[in-house]
């Protein structure tokens, strides 16, 4: 089992800027990586970014080159850097990681989930 524990979620108006932080036991050297996902109230699950062990990153269209993301090994944290913050991006956010199978590697092997950050962007 693997604990993760988000925070930095908050309220600001358009155009604001926070920053999310995953934390958890031995996240940042996991193989599998880490994502960021969203759920806005009343919609499905939207994933938004994820960094591979070797700092790889991926952003879904709607964020790029507004959010970033990023670790650092000495905390076992990984960072949402979210700037130009619309209403649109007004969801509860959660980090995710996963263990890989012992045969078939990511993707195949038990998820984690923190309890997510709530963040409200007003107009």
């Known amino acids: 089992q693997v604990h993760l524990v988000e925070s930095g979620g908050g309220s600001v108006h358009t155009g604001g800027s926070l920053r999310l932080s995953c934390t958890g036991p031995?996240?940042?050297?996991?193989?599998?990586?880490v994502d960021w996902y969203r759920q806005a109230a009343g919609k499905q699950r939207e994933w938004v970014s994820h960094?591979?062990?070797?700092?790889?990153?991926s952003y879904a269209d709607s964020v790029k080159g507004r959010f970033t993301i990023s670790k650092y090994e000495v905390k076992d944290t990984v960072y949402l850097q979210m700037n130009s913050l619309k209403p649109e991006d007004t969801a509860m956010y959660s980090c995710?990681?996963?263990?890989?199978?012992?045969?078939?590697?990511?993707?195949?092997?038990?998820?984690?989930w923190g309890k997510g950050t709530p963040v409200t962007i007003s107009s």
């Open positions: 960094i591979m062990a070797d700092g790889t990153t």
């Open positions: 995710k990681t996963s263990r890989a199978h012992q045969f078939l590697g990511c993707g195949y092997g038990p998820d984690y």
């Open positions: 031995g996240l940042t050297s996991n193989s599998c990586g």
